[in-house]
Structure formats: C-alpha cells, structure tokens
C-alpha cells in the first residue's frame, strides 16, 4: 500500500482482556518497528522484524507483550491480560533497509485500558 | 547509552516569529543519525529530516533549517516566520546502524510548540 495501515484506530479494553494490534507495512519494505507512546512522551522501542526475523525484542515491557510478522509482511502485537499501565498508542513503523533510509510511521493505535 | 534530550517541553509563539528547538543527544557511535519528527494534533509521525553523523553541513528546507554540530551533539531546528499551521509536537531522534538493531529510533520527549495568530 502507498503508507503504513494499523488497525485498529481505538480499542478500549477492560483489564485482563487480551487485544491484537495490527500493521500492515509499506509492501516491499524489510524492516518493521513497533513503538510504544505513552501521553506526553517519545515513542519508545519495543521491537523490531528484519523480514520474518524477530531481531530485536528487547523493549517489550513484559512477557504479556508477543509481537508476530510470520510471513514477512504483516505484523500483530498482542498484549495479554492488559492493565491500566499498557494504556498508550501503539506506532508502527515500516523502513525499505532498516539502515536509516527512512522510517514511514503509521497513525497508530490508541489503546485505553479501563 | 544512547539518548535524547529535547529540554524544551513547550514553546509559545506569535505567528512570524522565529523559532528554534533544541535537541541534545548521547551516544557512543562514531556512525548514527539524526532526525526529526512532526507530529501534529492527529497523531501521525511526520518525517522532517534525516542527517547522518559524517554530514555536518547545515540544510535549509524552505522556513526550515538544521544546525548540526557535533562538537556540543546538538542538532537544533529552527523555524521561521513561524504559521499556526506548524503547532505540534516535534521529536528529535537518534538512530545507530548496528545490523542486530535495524536502525531503532532513540526519541527524545517531545517540544510542543504553539503558535498563536
């Protein structure tokens, strides 16, 4: 597609739901970020696929964060047993090298948890 | 450590006003880059510049311009003749090109910059 598709574009979530955040990247681009945006601040790394390959998870906060790109496209975030503290936007980013080319930024997922 | 610091959380301006935001930033690299991100009321990233550690030249992009100096890590933007249409946030960032990372964004906490007719 001509930018990065994230889906969807609010999710409220009661406490203890699990939700599933999705990103279709720019077609053809290798490198795949999500970030995580908490009110008032950065956007913060949480990881990164080079293709399929899960190269670098290292910001996930918890073990309740799982992120997925199976078939080197389209990715999913998943966050189990959400709670009030994972309440954040959820930016995807897609880059063509992942070597400083360009990253483009979806408009990200506002997830609420109540 | 890799970090970001933008000591600037807001900024009030008059339309036609200069303005310049300052970004400081830490790293260990002697290969990295430096960007900038606008992100208006509607939430989306939008790319500004990119500046790699090796191109110390300052660029002018229209209203636009970047002062790069790696002697104090700074690497500052400034706006002029500000209009009500560049109120947003704007993020500095930092990236470093080790394979492993893919280029991760290191980002700084934001200016929100407010300019008033």
């Known amino acids: 597609g001509a930018g990065v598709s994230q889906s969807p574009r609010y999710k409220v979530a009661k406490r203890g739901q699990d939700v599933a955040l999705r990103c279709d990247p720019i077609?053809?681009?290798?490198?795949l970020f999500w970030y995580q945006q908490a009110l008032g601040q950065g956007p913060e790394f949480l990881t990164y696929?080079?293709?399929?390959?899960?190269?670098?998870k290292s910001g996930l906060p918890s073990d309740r964060f799982f992120a997925e790109r199976p078939e080197g496209s389209v990715s999913t975030l998943k966050i189990q047993r959400t709670q009030q503290e994972d309440s954040a936007v959820y930016l995807c980013?897609?880059?063509?090298?992942?070597?400083?080319?360009?990253?483009?930024f979806g408009s990200g997922t506002r997830l609420t948890v109540v | 450590a890799q970090k970001v610091t933008q000591a600037q959380t807001e900024i009030s301006v008059v339309e036609k006003e200069d303005v310049t935001l300052d970004c400081v930033y830490e790293?260990?690299?002697?290969?990295?880059?430096l960007f900038w991100y606008k992100q208006p009321p509607s939430g989306e990233l939008v790319f500004l510049i990119r500046?790699?550690?090796?191109?110390?030249q300052n660029e002018i992009s229209g209203r636009y311009s970047w002062n790069f100096q790696k002697s104090t890590s700074s690497f500052n933007f400034t706006i002029t003749a500000s209009q009500v249409v560049d109120s947003a946030v704007y993020f500095c960032?930092?990236?470093?090109?080790?394979?492993?990372?893919?280029?991760?964004?290191?980002f700084g906490q934001g200016t929100e910059l407010s300019v008033k007719p």
């Open positions: 980013a897609s880059s063509l090298d992942g070597q400083g080319s360009g990253y483009t």
């Open positions: 077609s053809g681009h290798v490198s």
């Open positions: 696929f080079q293709n399929e390959a899960q190269l670098d």
């Open positions: 790293t260990r690299d002697t290969t990295y880059y």
């Open positions: 500046r790699n550690s090796f191109d110390e």
């Open positions: 960032a930092l990236s470093e090109t080790t394979y492993n990372q893919g280029g991760k964004l290191i």
